[in-house]
């Protein structure tokens, strides 16, 4: 009785893979979705050196943080870049008063937050690259937030859009998950490319006339809301 002959497997584009018999894997996967590891945060290690202004506060209506200092005491040069940070984290307690604490941060902060707009760019895009539903989801919120929370905050982010708006890109039609796996934004009734569209609006509207011809040339199938 005849054998068939053993079938190898090679790569693409490879000696191996002009001889007979063999195989030819297709292309790997980029990786464009896959989540990257989540570093040890400044505002982990603040909190667990108790140099945060903050407590848990246990409430009928669920958890709080409760601030032991005055916001116009705050140094918002320290403090907002540090919060902001801590939105790469996904674990209690340190997600809960990353996320809440921000929160509170630009609502109280006023005029005290322009100035501080640039040191907030490199935690904004830690956050997104981590290609972490939740965070992405808390982040693109707080970006939200972040332009309506003074005058020319929306102006001062335009510069960068380049740091920002890539992961944006690439997750912007990702609007149901592969496999049949929930993950956070489903949990939480939300959607991740809707979130990027509501943020890209928001850019639009806060940015300046030339806001969208700069989030055009990141993204570059983004419609404008304005026309």
């Given at each position: ?10 790569e ?85 008063f ?8 630009l609502?109280?902060?006023?005029s ?19 290609r ?33 708006l ?33 943020t ?11 806001a ?16």
């Amino acid at each position: 009785m005849k054998r068939s002959p053993t079938k190898l497997n090679a790569e693409g584009f490879t000696t191996k893979a002009n001889m007979k018999n063999v195989v030819v894997a297709g292309p790997r996967s980029a990786g464009a979705f896959r989540e990257r590891p989540i570093e040890p945060t400044n505002f982990r290690k603040a909190y667990e050196s108790g140099s945060l202004p903050i407590a848990l506060n246990h409430g009928r209506v669920g958890q709080k943080i409760a601030w032991k200092v005055e916001f116009d005491k705050l140094d918002y040069h320290h403090f907002l870049p540090l919060f902001f940070d801590g939105l790469r984290e996904t674990v209690h307690p340190y997600e809960v008063f990353a996320r809440e604490g921000v929160h509170d941060l630009l609502k109280n902060g006023g005029s005290k937050i322009l100035p501080v707009v640039p040191q907030l760019i490199l935690p904004i895009r830690s956050a997104l690259n981590t290609r972490n539903h939740q965070v992405m989801c808390t982040t693109m919120k707080v970006l939200q937030h972040l332009v309506m929370s003074a005058d020319m905050v929306g102006q001062a982010l335009m510069p960068y859009y380049r740091q920002i708006l890539p992961v944006f890109n690439i997750f912007k039609n990702k609007h149901t998950n592969s496999g049949g796996e929930i993950d956070y934004s489903q949990h939480r009734q939300e959607n991740i490319g809707e979130l990027i569209q509501e943020t890209l609006q928001m850019l639009e509207r806060y940015g300046g006339e030339d806001a969208f011809r700069h989030i055009k040339s990141m993204v570059p199938t983004y419609q404008s809301c304005l026309l």
